[in-house]
């Protein structure tokens, strides 16, 4: 068994690697910020904010805000 099989074959090693890779939106395909911190984010829809934009929805977190709102037409 190779060095690189040893490694992948734990769980908890390859999860903590995997981690380092950015997560992206299953939409689009941009990478996916953190929550957006803004606390009226799920109030309004801030088109012109960049990192509202790129920033994980509320309700659907593998895409972003702007597929949510804007493709896939879900309102609140």
Request: net charge positive; aromatic share 20%.
């Amino acid at each position: 068994m190779s060095s690189i099989q040893k490694v992948f074959s734990t769980d908890d090693l390859r999860k903590e690697i995997l981690s380092y890779i950015p997560k992206r939106c299953k939409s689009c395909h941009n990478k996916l910020l953190k929550k957006f911190s803004d606390l009226n984010s799920t109030k309004y829809k801030l088109y012109w904010s960049s990192d509202w934009k790129e920033s994980k929805n509320y309700y659907h977190n593998d895409y972003c805000n702007w597929c949510c709102y804007y493709v896939f037409e879900h309102f609140i």
